[in-house]
């Protein structure tokens, strides 16, 4: 071969290399390089549960925050969200691009339980961090946990189980219904309930499972009257919440009805339930969009000039909830960056506070918090408090 031809060849293949290198993202260790740290999301930006995809843009405001301030020791954020629909099979589809061709360091969030626990293996496998998962279905309080996930959205048992404490000794609720999504989410939280009220001897007067796209419930809603349900919680989606309370309405059935937190943006549920949420009590685990707090404040009044196409809620906060103690770790680690920098960083955090509940992890611990407030739905969407951050004393999972 002459010189020219082995100039070409060899020329071809730097092209070759700055290409692989542009198609996958990475230009360094896989994750960041000196300028930038690659996170990301999937998220049910349409769907059955497209309001939920208000979580993902709400990380989106946080890392435009981080980067407005400088970024993270001179490295910013780039920040991808996908939509999975909430379908486990998009949410694979759409993590296998993330891990493989855009080199992420760091998950955060992910709404749909079936999603996350259908993408939790191969994200392990790829030691990608998941800071936090935006789901409590997928069960972290298993051992041995793993190494590369960090929760803090309560689990699904012990805020069911802590609801339905309320219901119980301060309502005086006996005759209680459960309408639960017939997946991981829905049966988790039919499983918290049932044990709280097993340790008053009391059993459900009607435990009744719906599919996740299902059109019609009103054979459900029948048999919640029935049985003369006082009572309904619902661990559903939000499109399934909508339809119990309209079918509920339309049969004349008035039940005090609860959902679990995910159902906690009430100015978007008064409105499409056309009034028919004032009323509903549900969890919280951040304070509501007009909070006082400083820490709202700060934030809200930043999202008017970072992100002023977006609605000021509830599951928008939540957002920046799951991605803050991401942030916070990253903070911590400095300019030596790596995972096992940050998760020793996050192993260290103790009764770590932010938007939501004090959070604790360690090297045993994944799980930070099993408490959560329980609020009511008021006139035109407002918030009223029932009961502040209250844990779960039946969890077994802090004792193992």
């Known amino acids: 071969m002459n010189s020219k031809k082995m100039l070409c060849l060899v020329a071809g293949l730097v092209m070759m290399g700055f290409y692989l ?23 049910p930006q349409s769907g059955p549960a497209a309001a939920w995809g208000a979580v993902a ?21 780039k920040y ?32 749909s339980g079936a999603g996350c626990i259908a993408v939790k293996d191969f994200v392990d496998q790829h030691k990608v961090l998941w800071v936090v998962g935006g789901t409590a279905a997928l069960n972290p309080v298993d051992y041995p946990p793993s190494r590369y996930r960090f929760h803090a959205y309560p689990l699904f048992q012990d805020e069911a189980s802590v609801v339905t404490k309320y219901l119980v000794e301060e309502r005086g609720y006996k005759k209680i219904g459960f309408l639960y999504q017939n997946d991981q989410f829905g049966k988790a939280g039919l499983a918290g309930c ?11 007067v009607a435990e009744l499972p719906a599919e996740p796209t299902t059109t019609d419930i009103s054979s459900q809603i029948l048999r919640f009257k029935n049985n003369g349900a006082e009572t309904v919680l619902m661990w559903v989606n939000p499109s399934l919440a909508v339809m119990a309370l309209k079918t509920s309405s339309s049969v004349g ?12 943006d009430y100015p978007i549920m008064y409105h499409i339930t056309d009034g028919l949420f004032e009323g509903v009590i549900t969890t919280a685990f951040i304070p509501p969009p007009d909070s006082n707090d400083p820490l709202v404040v700060k934030y809200r009044e930043a999202a008017k000039r970072l992100a002023p196409e977006e609605r000021w809620s509830y599951l928008f906060m939540g957002g920046i909830w799951f991605a803050e103690p991401l942030v916070e770790a990253l903070q911590r680690v400095g300019r030596d960056l790596s995972t096992e920098a940050v998760i020793a960083e996050l192993e260290k955090f103790e009764n770590w506070k932010s938007l939501g509940p004090p959070i604790t992890w360690n090297e045993n611990r994944r799980q930070g918090t099993d408490a959560v ?9 407002s918030t009223k408090l029932l009961q502040d951050w209250m844990p779960n004393e039946l969890a077994t999972w802090k004792n193992e």
């Open 21 to 43: 290198m542009a198609d996958t993202g990475f230009a360094g260790e896989p994750g960041f390089d000196d300028n930038e740290i690659r996170i990301a999301q999937f998220s």
């Open 57 to 77: 843009r709400g990380a989106k405001f946080l890392f435009d925050y981080v980067n407005e301030q400088g970024g993270i020791h001179g490295r910013k954020i």
């Open 80 to 111: 991808f969200i996908r939509d999975a629909q909430y379908n486990p099979s998009q949410a694979m589809a759409a993590v296998r691009e993330l891990v493989d061709r855009q080199g992420i360091f760091a998950l955060t969030g992910g709404v």
């Open 194 to 204: 049932k044990q709280r009220l097993a340790t008053y001897g009391i059993e459900l």
């Open 253 to 264: 059935y008035k039940p005090q009805w609860v959902g679990f937190d995910g159902l906690s």
């Open 373 to 381: 407030q329980i609020v009511q739905c008021g006139p035109k969407g």
